[in-house]
C-alpha cells in the first residue's frame, strides 16, 4: 500500500510523498500530440451500464515501441465527455496489489477535441517490453433518455453513443467493447457491416451482454472514431446528486462522531409529457408497477448508529423510517420522500446520525497524545440503480486544537471508487462553535464525479490533541462565568442614587 | 414554639433571606412549568413554525437575520402581492423579529450555533416564564399578601387563555406583547404609586418595546388615560399622577412614532385621541390645582367653571373640525366591529372572515380560563374593599377587558392577565383568612380589646378559626387548584398544541400517523418550479406559501388591499372563460387549491367559497352573485344539485377535476360535505393538473399557456376530446380569452 499523506497542519501544504513526478505540472502544448511511443497490441473494453451512469474498464496491453524507456502514457477523452470521467484508476493488471498508478490532467490551454490524462509508471518501460494496464473509470450524466418526455407509466429508455475504435493517442492493434445491459430489452442498436475480423454478426448478443469486435484497427490511424449508438430499458430512476456536503464531527468529551449529509438531489431520468397525475399514481403504485421515479431510498447505516433524522427546508419528513436492526447488523434509515422525484424534478435534503466515537478512533502506536481515526469516505444510498455525485465536499471537523493532521485514503487492491489522491483537494480551516476559542480545525476534502462505488472507502486521518486541549473548553467556560459573576458584583456595588448621603 | 431549626430559618433576616429564596425557587418552578407546559407540540411533532401568520414573521426573521437591520427597516418585498409588491418593512410591527434577531445575534457571539427558527418556535414559551414573572411583580402591587404574587405568576404560567397564543412555534406577535403589556402594567402601577419620573420614563420604554411588537398596544394607549380619568374624577388628583402621566406620555408617544408603521398615528388616529385629551386636561386640572392656591375659593369655583365649559368647547369644536377635515383619521373598521359586532359582517366581510374574530362563545370562557372566571369577579369585589389607586386601574381594566373579549374571540388574551390578579387576590385572601391566623391570635385580640369580658361571652371556637373549616376550605381550594392544573394540561394538550400544518391521525393499531400533505405540496413547488412563478391560492395561504415554497403570492395574510384580494375571489368563483384572462394578467402560473374530500378535511377552500363570493361581490356586486350559488332553495349545494353558477366556478372545477376517476363509476364520494358527487367529473380546459399531494389536500394547477394556433382553449381542448367545431364560433361573445 503506498502511503500518500498530506502534511498540512499550520502552513496548510500538500505533500505527497513517494510519489514520482507527481507534482511537475504538464507544460501546456499549444498542439498537443502525444509521442508515438507506445503500441497497444490489444485492447478489450467493458462497458457496464447496468447503473444509471457507465462503468468502463479497459484492459490494454502496452507495448514500448520508442527506443527510450518511456513513463508517460498518455489516456485521451473526447473533450466533451473529458469532464465527466470519475474514479479514474490504472493498475498494472498483472501486479494489481502494488496500488495505482499516479494520474493526472494534461491542461490545454486552447479548445482541442481531445484531451488528455496523463498516466505515470511507477518504473520507465523499456523499449520492446510490455504492461498491461487496467484502466477504469466512470462516465457520469452521459446517458440520454430517449424518449426525452415519456407518460408517467410508460417505460424508460436510455441510449448511450460511444466510439466503437476506442479512443487512443497510439496505434491499436486488436480491439474489442463487451457491453452489459441492465436487461435483455435494447430494442435499438448500431450494427457493423464489414468491420469485424472474424465472421457473425457483430455486435454478437449473449443475453444481456452485447459485444462489439474484435476489430483489426492496426491500420486505423488512432484518435480515429465510428460512432455506435445503444438504446436500452432502464426503468429505474438516474439518481444525480449535484452536491453532497457530509459533515463529520468528532468530539473526544462526548465520545461521539456526528455525520450529517447534504444532498441537492435529482432524478436524471426521462421527463414527464403531460403533468403529474395522482390517480395514475396511486394506482401504478397500488399494483406495484415498476416506475422511472424515485420513491424511496434506502440507507444502510452502521450498527449502533443512532438518533437518526431526515430533514428538508421546511422540517423533518415524517414519511421516512429508521429500523435500527439487530446487533452487529447494518440498521437501516428508509428515506421516503414527501413526493415521487419524477425526471428532471429536484429533492434536496439533510440525514444524520450519531456513532460511538471508540470504534473509529484509536490511540496512535508513536505518541501518547496522537490519534488515528478512520471513517468512510462517503457513504450515501445504497440502490440497484446506483447514485452519481457531481460534487462532494466532505468536511471532517476535529476537536478545537487538534495539530498536525494528516490524511491518506485506504486503498486496497481492488478500485476504491476515488480519484487518484491529487484529484482530490484539500485544505485546513477554522470552524468556531459552541463557545469555541481557538476554532476546531477543520480539514475539507473536496472531490468530483465521484459514484456509488466509493460507499466503502475509508479515510484515515492522524492527528494530536492534547488533555490540555481537552481542558480548554471547561477552563474558557468557568473563566467567562466568574467573569461575569465578578462584573455582577462589582455592578451591584455601584452606588448611582441621587440622594444625598 | 415546637421546631427550632424552622423557626431559625423562618424568623429574623435569616428568615427573610429564607423566604426571598424561597420565593425565587418557586418563580423559576413557575416559569419551569410555564415554558415546559407548551412544548406539547414540539415533543409530539418536531420544532416548527404554527398556522398561518407566524410564517410570514418567521420569514421576516429569516430576512432580518440574512440582511442585516437596515435593509429590514427599507424592506420592500416584491414576492407578495404580485404586482403591487409590499413595503413590508414599513408595514409590520418589528418587535417581534428585532427581538429574535438579537438573541440569535447574542448565542452567535457565545458561538453558540442555535438555528434560527428554533430561536422563533422557543421565543413564545420563553416569554410566558418572562410573563409569570412579571405578573408576580403586578399583583405584588395590589395586595400585600406575599401569597397573591405567587399565585398570580402560576394561573398566569398555565392558563389556557394564554397558552393558546404562546405554544412553541405560536410565533406570532402576542408571543412577547403579553409579557410587555403585563409588565407595562406594573412599571406604570409602580409609577402612579411612587409618582416616580424614573419609573414613568421606565413605562414608556417597555410601552414603545410593546408599540413596536403589537397593534394591541392601543390597549394600554386608551387604559391609561381611562385609569387617570377615573381618578381625576374621583377627586384623587395628585403630584403622582401627574408626574407618572405626563412623563409617560410624553416619552411614550415619541417612542411610538419611531415605529414606521405607527408613525404619526399618536397624534392623528382617533384611537389615539384620549391619551392626547387627557394629557391636555392633566395641564388643566393642575393648572387649576396651582391657582386654588393663589384665589379665594369663591372666585375660584367661577374660574373653573369658565374654564371648564371654554375648555371643552374649544375641545370639542377643534376635534370635530380635525375629523371633518380629516386631520385625524377616522374611526378603524376593526374599531367600529368592536363595539357593534354585526357591522363588519355588513361592511368588511375580509374583517368577518377571520374566524378569530368572531364573538366569543359563553363556553370559551370556561375552557380558557376555568375556575378564574368564577373567582374574578370575587377579585374585583376585593379590589373595591380597598380601593387605593392601583386598584382602581384592576377595576377598569377588568370590566374594559371583559367587554372586549366578549366581542372578539382573540381579545380573550387581554382579559386573561387581569383574570389572573382578581383570582389571585380573591384566593389569597381566602388562603390568607383560613390558613394564617390561628384562633389563638383572635382570641388574644379579642381579650385585648375587651379585657373585662366575661367568661360566659367568649365564644367557643367557631367559624374562620375551627379547624374544621379551616380543613373544608383548604382542601376544597387544593381540589379547585388541581381540577385547574388538569384542566389546563388537557386543553393544552388536546386543543391548543397542533401546528395545523401536519395533522394527526390515528391508526387503529394506535400509532400515530401524519398527514403532511401541506408541506409535500410547498416543497414539490419550492423543488420543481421556477424560482419565480407566481402562485394563485386564497389568501389563507399567502404566507404558507412564501414561507415554505418560497414562491411569490398573489395575496397573503396581511389583506391590506381589499381589491386584489377581491380579484383572487373573483377569479376563483368565476366561470373559466372569466377566469382565465384574469389569470394571465397577474402573470399567475400556477394556482393552489385546497380541497378535503377526500380525507374528510372540513377547512378546505370549497367551505370558505362562500367568503370568497362575498368579497368578490363586494367589488363586483353585477359580476359575482352570492344568490347564484345557492340552489333555488338556498342551500349550498356541489352534488348533482348544484347551480350550474357553482359548477362552473373555477374552485369547484379544480377541486373535484380528476376526482372521480379515484372511484368506481359513479361512486365519487366528497367526505366533508357527505354527498355524492355527479357521474361525471368537471372539464378543464385553461389549466392542467400540476400536483396533488398524497391525501389530495392540496391540488396545484398550471395555468395553460395561450394556445399554438391561436384557438381559445375551450376548442383546443375540444378538438382535442375528438369532438366536432361547433358552428357557434361565429357567435360574438362577450367571452373573451385572448388577453394580449
Redesign the interface.
Known sequence: MRLFTAVTALCGLLLPSSVVCADERVAAISEFNPPQVFKNTNLVRHTNLEKGYVRETVNVVVENVGKQPQSDYYLPFSSDVFDKVGSLEVRDKKAVEKGRFNVEAVELDFRSDLEYFVIHFPEPLAPKSQITLGISYTLLNSLNPRPATIEQSDRQFLSYSFSGFTISAYPTVTQKTKLKFPSTKVPDFTVTEGLKTSSGSDPERQGATFTYGPYDTSKVAPGTTYPITVRYEFTNPIITASLLERDLEVSHWGGNLATEERYWLRNNGSELTSQFSRVEWTISSYQNLPSSALRELKYPLKAGSVDPYFIDDVGNVSTSRYRPGKPNRDAHLELRFRYPIFGGWNYSFRIGWNNDLASFLRRAVTGADSYVLKVPFIEGPKAPEGAQYENVVVRLILPEGSRNVKYELVEGSASNGLPGPNQIRSHLSDYKTYMDTLGRTVLTLEAENLSDEARDSQLVVTYDYTLLDGLRKPFTITAGLLAVFAAAWFIGNIDVSIRKR | MADAPVDALLKGSSGKNTRGLLRTIILFTIAAAAVSSRLFSVIRF???IHEFDPWFNFRATKYLVENGFHSFWDWFDDRTWHPLGRVTGGTLYPGLMVTSGAIYHFLRF????VDIRNICVLLAPAFSGLTAFAMYLLTNEMSPSPSAGLLAAAFMGIVPGYISRSVAGSYDNEAIAIFLLVFTFFLWIRAVKNGSIMYGALTALSYGYMVSAWGGYVFITNLIPLHIFVLLCMGRYSTRLYISYTTWYALGTLASMQIPFVGFLPIRNSDHMSAFGIFGLLQLVAFAEFIRGYVPTKQFQKLLTSMIIITVAVGFIGLSLLSISGVIAPWSGRFYSLWDTSYAKIHIPIIASVSEHQPTAWPAFFFDLNFLIWLFPAGVYICFRDLKDEHVFVVIYGVLASYFAGVMVRLMLTLTPIVCVAAALALSHIIDTYVTISPKQAQAKSTESSSESLRSSRSPVVGIYSYASKAIVTSSVVIYLLLFVAHCTWVTSNAYSSPSV?LASRLPDGSQF?I?DY??A???L???TPQNAKIASWWDYGYQIGG?ADRPTLVDNNTWNNTHIATVGKAMSSPEEVSYPILRQHDVDYVLVVFGGLLGYSGDDLNKFLWMVRIAEGIWPDEVKERDFFTSRGEYRVDDQATPTMRNSLMYKMSYY?YN??FQQGQAIDRVRGVRLPAEGPQLSTM???????N?IIRIY?VKDLDNFDRDHMSAAAFDRGQKRKRASKRRGPRVLRTE
Open positions: 418536531e420544532s416548527i457565545l458561538t453558540l450555533p401536519v401524519l403532511d408541506r409535500e410547498y416543497y414539490w419550492r423543488q420543481n415554505m380528476n376517476s379515484l392542467e393538473e400540476a400536483f396533488t399531494s398524497e389530495w398550471k
